[in-house]
């Protein structure tokens, strides 16, 4: 990830402690709709993400490192994302609306549903994290939206497909 315009040892640092809270993030996401499919149940779990506000599951740092690893190749959409990552705030949502329209849809859902729970907001921010992560690198956003998709439509393939990636008992012993 360290490119010739983050030149340093603490912006590699940076950069790296987090993607490693980007994919943490999404595991855990994954993990809770993934009980939620075992289960087969809609109720959300007492001390789950789902539960917490938008903007601190999904940290405005996270849709900047998404950018940077989208949509690098465009020297403003890179210049934002550095500055987003390092000063903490969201990229300006219109230079991504012509990089990725999913970046550009969760980039708008974090301005205008940030203060609410993750659960009022599931669809406009769950599927776009899920593809934009995984347009970025992180397998785990292919994960999160197999997870999702499971949880949302009950058994089925979706759920085998999650499964294989977790072990029934850590999921159940999860919560």
Do not use: Q
Request: hydrophobic letters at 50%.
């Amino acid at each position: 990830m360290c490119t010739a315009y983050l030149c340093g040892t603490f912006s590699c640092l940076v950069f790296s402690l987090l993607e490693e809270r980007v994919r943490l993030t999404l595991w855990r996401l994954a993990a809770e709709f993934a009980y939620m499919a075992l289960v087969d149940t809609r109720i959300v779990p007492p001390h789950s993400l789902l539960r917490r506000r938008v903007s601190r599951v999904v940290e405005p740092e996270f849709l900047s490192l998404l950018a940077l690893r989208v949509g690098g190749d465009n020297a403003d959409v890179a210049l934002n994302s550095v500055l987003g990552v390092r000063l903490g705030g969201v990229p300006r949502c219109e230079l991504l609306e012509g990089v990725m329209p999913e970046l550009y849809k969760l980039c708008m859902a974090l301005r205008s549903r940030g203060d609410e729970p993750l659960y009022k907001a599931l669809p406009d921010v769950v599927v776009p994290l899920a593809v934009a992560s995984s347009a970025g690198g992180f397998e785990e956003g292919d994960l999160l939206l197999a997870a999702y998709r499971a949880a949302a439509f009950g058994r089925g393939p979706e759920l085998e497909r999650v499964l294989r990636y977790f072990s029934r008992w850590y999921v159940v012993a999860r919560f």
